[in-house]
């Protein structure tokens, strides 16, 4: 066998093996927002704001199931964590300011503005928010990721995901292509044990949203 044969015997049975990780630890911890047991928090995953900071549409359904989850008294809080490395896009802000909009109380929503990827978010959640059990919200395709790292990083995580933006036909298979590489990722970040990208301080606004609830 060829080096570059053995190259990509061993890159193809590094994502085989990462997938099913994913799978494995995400087995059984998948629902819908009916029948999804209830937690002190939901974590909103952050994505795309378009310009004019309005939630893309995949953000948008995201955050539909979190309005409809505290609505009916699943959770106390929402946590939302998203990009806000540049002043001029603000995922996080955006996503409180949706929410707020449809009827949350702006005392229920946190925001984590340091969520760059899914393992930062939960990271963060985790050992900056002190989130020790949640439900992550995310598309259908994304969420048995983001409930693997939580569950792995240290929350006990249950996940919704949405598939009303499946009409969005190509955006959605590039993320469900995507998601074999980032589950790759996602083993070696959990594997590393690697820090966020911004640790910090403890904060408090998750445990005085849960209390004054």
Not at 117 to 123: G, I, L, N, P, Q
Not at 134 to 163: K, N, Y
Not at 188 to 200: A, H, I, K, T, Y
């Amino acid at each position: 066998m060829t080096v570059a044969a053995l190259s990509a015997t061993l890159a193809v049975g590094a994502v085989a093996g990462a997938d099913h990780w994913v799978r494995v630890t995400a087995s059984d911890h998948i629902y819908d927002v009916s029948s999804v047991p209830g937690a002190p928090v939901a974590l909103v995953l952050g994505a795309q704001v378009d310009p004019g900071g309005q939630p893309s549409a995949f953000l948008a359904a995201r955050l539909e199931i979190a309005r409809q989850l505290y609505r009916s008294g699943k959770v106390k809080a929402v946590l939302v964590s998203g990009d806000h490395a540049e002043w001029h896009y603000d995922e996080p802000g955006a996503m409180m300011v949706w929410l707020v909009a449809r009827g949350v109380p702006v005392s229920q929503v946190v925001l984590d503005h340091a969520g760059f990827d899914t393992y930062d978010s939960c990271a963060r959640a985790h050992r900056i928010f002190g989130v020790n059990r949640a439900i992550v919200v995310t598309q259908t395709f994304h969420l048995p990721r983001a409930v693997a790292l939580c569950r792995s990083l240290g929350i006990e995580a249950s996940g919704v995901g949405d598939e009303t933006v499946r009409i969005y036909r190509p955006h959605w298979l590039r993320g469900e292509v995507r998601e074999h590489g980032a589950s790759l990722k996602a083993a070696v970040d959990v594997l590393s044990g690697r820090d966020p990208v911004f640790l910090g301080r403890r904060e408090t606004g998750v445990d005085a949203a849960v209390a004054d609830s």
